[in-house]
T-cell receptor, first 115, second 109 residues
């Protein structure tokens, strides 16, 4: 693989179910991010990780959890999905925090519908 | 609070020039990014400005005025493939990106 992959591509989920969105990068980037994108709103940061073993809360963390056991993987878990979590979820990575010139690289996204 | 403003939608003609404006208010500032996002796809990095002035990259240029909290993306010689949303994002003092809602650019033949 080259870049960032996300799985699944799309998912329809019943409310109350647990769901893990997967994200893997092969660029050896230190920092990784999870965003949600909703119509008419900018990308909103859910959680981030500046380096393996550390995580932090973004703008909209409630109802989501993350882990960063190694450099490559950064899964996002919805413990008990609710309809307001219907969105497109993007995973992104960057070389490091504040490595501004290179920007963030995005995965293809996961379209999640919670019914 | 932190805020990014950009127009919701713009229309331009193939071959022409278009300027997409962005104003920002953030807690601290570590640079301004522009991304392109085609419908149904992921955002892709276009440009980064941290110093005042114009950065040119082929048909695309980006300008920054830190004192005015203002940036623009200039697209020249528009092509149909430039039809996309253009996202402005400012990096705050915590090195987190604050995103605008995006400007949908429609190119007409």
């Amino acid at each position: 693989i080259a870049g960032i992959t996300q799985a699944p591509t799309s998912q329809i989920l019943a409310a109350g179910r647990r769901m893990t969105l997967r994200c893997t990068q092969d660029m050896r980037h230190n920092a990784m991010y999870w965003y949600r994108q909703d119509l008419g709103l900018g990308l909103r940061l859910i959680h981030y990780s500046n380096t393996a073993g550390t995580t932090g809360k973004g703008e909209v963390p409630d109802g989501y959890s993350v882990s960063r056991a190694n450099t490559d993987d950064f899964p996002l878990t919805l413990a008990s999905a609710v309809p307001s979590q219907t969105s497109v979820y993007f995973c992104a990575s960057s070389e490091g925090v504040g490595t501004s010139g290179g920007g963030q690289f995005f995965g293809p996204g996961t379209r999640l519908t919670v019914l | 609070g932190q805020n990014i403003d950009q127009p919701t939608e713009m229309t331009a003609t193939e071959g022409a020039i278009v300027q997409i404006n962005c104003t920002y208010q953030t807690s601290g500032f570590n640079g301004l990014f522009w991304y392109q996002q085609h419908a149904g796809e992921a955002p892709t990095f276009l440009s980064y400005n941290v110093l005042d002035g114009l950065e040119e990259k082929g048909r695309f240029s980006s300008f920054l005025s830190r004192s005015k909290g203002y940036s623009y993306l200039l697209l020249k010689e528009l092509q149909m493939k430039d039809s996309a949303s253009y996202l402005c994002a400012a990096m705050d003092s915590n090195y987190q990106l604050i995103w605008g809602a995006g400007t949908k650019l429609i190119i007409k033949p």
